[in-house]
């Protein structure tokens, strides 16, 4: 199709996207692959369990194919509520609030919680979705790195309202936030800790509790926890946890969640499941960090700290070769470039998933030990 005049910038944007070799392409996949999949956030392969298929079934069956409104208006249901209870059960917090994705629960929490007149402190590493939501939140933000640069910048603020995000696992080289640290700088200068835990559920903590709970900080009131039900429990949506006070706010502030048509039943049902499986076989959480280090023994990478193994390769054209040609040997791995991560760091993002068999991780070293 022959572009008109005003989108003829288009053209040499694409080029350009091209040349540095972060044009994006979209895939098709089939339901059942051929390929080995280190690429996807399943982390404890519940995305194709059948306990949680059946249990999306049933509630499809029982509510129908949508939500057929937002939260406020038609669309909450029993469902909804019952997962909202076990959550917050789940990772001790005191309430817990369903969004349509985590996207939308960090916009939702970020925007909600802080507005003109207040400080928003973002780690460098932050999300796409938290860095949008500083965008949207119309306050002070500054971006920093490391404690003693937070700590910098809350002493030197005029706001009365603060807030502090991170993610507690990093989504592209998966190392830990200093959540202690971090908490001890807030209480010290009146802010809010808000943490994505959208990698560390299922993944740290007692039983995949997540990293919050695994440095004794669940259910402390100027903690707000942030997760993805798209990861480790296999289905879609997004959830805000922390004092219920906070929680009643977001219903009646967060725009994401008022004007958001609500999660599907049927991602609700599999969510809710995929929970009970975790609460009921604790040692999934274990066994992924074990796949994970395996992988990075394969790869000549350091231990990693959650189920994400990243291997630096630098220049994109590099990367975008060594992932097709780790398909054409069996295995699919991530393929990270910028914006995604900054410039210089391109690389292959490998992610473990609990139910990887001894087989299949001889077939990771295998693919590995050619292409890198």
Not at 22 to 29: A, I, K, P, Q, Y
Not at 129 to 149: F, P, W
């Amino acid at each position: 199709m022959d572009l008109p005049e005003s989108l003829q910038w288009l053209v040499p944007h694409e080029a350009a996207r091209r040349a540095g070799g972060v044009r994006r392409e979209l895939v098709d996949r089939a339901p059942v692959s051929p390929l080995l999949d280190l690429a996807s956030n399943d982390y404890l392969g519940l995305h194709h369990d059948p306990r949680v298929v059946e249990a999306a079934v049933a509630a499809l069956r029982t509510w129908g194919a949508g939500s057929t409104g937002s939260r406020l208006v038609t669309g909450t249901t029993a469902a909804h509520t019952a997962l909202e209870a076990a959550l917050a059960e789940f990772v001790g917090s005191e309430a817990a609030l369903v969004f349509s994705s985590g996207y939308t629960a960090n916009l939702g929490v970020v925007t909600a919680l802080s507005g003109p007149g207040s400080l928003v402190v973002s780690d460098a590493g932050s999300h796409a979705s938290l860095v949008d939501a500083c965008r949207l939140s119309r306050a002070r933000v500054v971006v920093t790195d490391g404690v003693e640069a937070v700590r910098a910048a809350l002493a030197g603020r005029t706001e009365p309202r603060a807030l502090v995000l991170c993610d507690s696992v990093s989504s592209v080289d998966g190392t830990l936030a200093p959540l202690r640290e971090l908490h001890d700088v807030c209480r010290a200068h009146g802010a809010v800790l808000v943490a994505d835990e959208a990698h560390g559920l299922g993944v740290r903590g007692r039983g995949g509790r997540g990293l919050v709970e695994e440095v004794g900080l669940a259910g402390e009131p100027d903690v707000v926890l942030t997760l993805t039900l798209s990861k480790s429990l296999g289905s879609q949506g997004g959830a805000v946890l922390g004092a219920a006070p906070v929680v009643a706010h977001l219903v009646d502030s967060a725009r994401s969640f008022i004007f958001d048509t609500a999660l599907a039943p049927a991602a609700v049902g599999a969510a809710h499941a995929a929970l009970d499986v975790l609460r009921a076989e604790p040692e999934l959480a274990t066994a992924v960090l074990d796949r994970a280090a395996r992988i990075a023994s394969a790869a000549g990478v350091p231990v990693p700290t959650s189920a994400v193994v990243s291997v630096v390769l630098g220049d994109p054209h590099v990367a975008l070769a060594a992932a097709r040609r780790c398909a054409e040997l069996g295995l699919r791995v991530g393929c990270f470039r910028p914006p995604s991560v900054p410039e210089g760091t391109s690389r292959l993002r490998l992610t473990a998933r609990a139910d990887l068999t001894d087989t299949e991780l001889d077939l990771v070293a295998a693919v590995l030990a050619e292409v890198l």
